[in-house]
């Protein structure tokens, strides 16, 4: 596997669901990201992860409950989703602080819908 | 206040021709990054090119270049030569401070088809 990969690509999940997006990169990035990308709206950034550590977290509800176990993999843990969560769920990552022009790598994304 | 704006919704180009994408920023900060990103049907955000704001020259890669003019707080994107497999979404995005960790600020976006 190279690049950043995401599973699964596509989750159907009722509002009673629990389940996980995961994230992983092959890059030997530090730094690492969740992004919700819905229709018609700019892509808003959730988490970020630097060094396995959280440092950004905009806003986000506590439905979405993010985990970096380490710098390679990142989890996105839902449950009770509202039916406005159907979404893009986008994860990235970067070079660590002071490397690197700090360009983020995209993963293909997760097409979530929330019933 | 929005700090990328892009104000091309979409835009059709004919192959081959050049096509120019818009995006102007606000910060105050005088150590920023910009990006563009291409984002095709299948979702995946791909990265294009990169300007510092301390670069004095334009970046440039392959068929794409950076215009920027730091004074106007401009970055357009210029695709030289567009090509059918340019059709996506474009998407402007800013770093402010100079830690490569720091989140990045998108713009809405440009849809770009290129017309046969």
């Known amino acids: 596997e190279t690049g950043v990969t995401q599973t699964p690509r596509h989750l159907v999940m009722g509002m009673t669901n629990k389940k996980s997006l995961k994230c992983e990169q092959h890059l030997g990035h530090n730094a690492m990201y969740w992004y919700k990308q819905s229709a018609k709206k700019p892509l808003e950034l959730m988490f970020v992860?630097?060094?396995?550590?959280?440092?950004e977290n905009n806003s986000v509800p506590s439905r979405f409950s993010p985990e970096c176990p380490n710098s390679s993999h990142l989890f996105l843990h839902l449950h009770t989703l509202q039916p406005e969560d159907s979404a893009l769920y986008l994860c990235a990552s970067s070079q660590a602080a002071g490397q690197g022009a700090g360009e983020q790598f995209f993963g293909p994304g997760t097409r979530l819908t929330v019933l | 206040a929005q700090k990328i704006t892009q104000t091309q919704p979409g835009m059709f180009v004919q192959e081959k021709e050049a096509v120019t994408l818009d995006c102007t920023y606000d910060t105050s900060d005088p150590s920023y990054g910009l990006f563009w990103y291409k984002q095709p049907s299948s979702g995946e955000m791909i990265f294009l090119i990169y300007?510092?704001?301390?670069?004095?020259q334009n970046a440039t890669e392959g068929r794409y270049s950076l215009n920027f003019q730091k004074a106007r707080k401009s970055a357009n994107l210029v695709i030289s030569a567009s090509q059918l497999g340019d059709s996506a979404m474009y998407f402007c995005a800013m770093r402010e401070g100079d830690s490569s960790a720091s989140k990045i600020i998108f713009g809405s976006g440009t849809r770009l088809s290129i017309r046969p």
């Open positions: 300007q510092g704001s301390y670069d004095q």
């Open positions: 992860y630097n060094f396995k550590e959280q440092t």
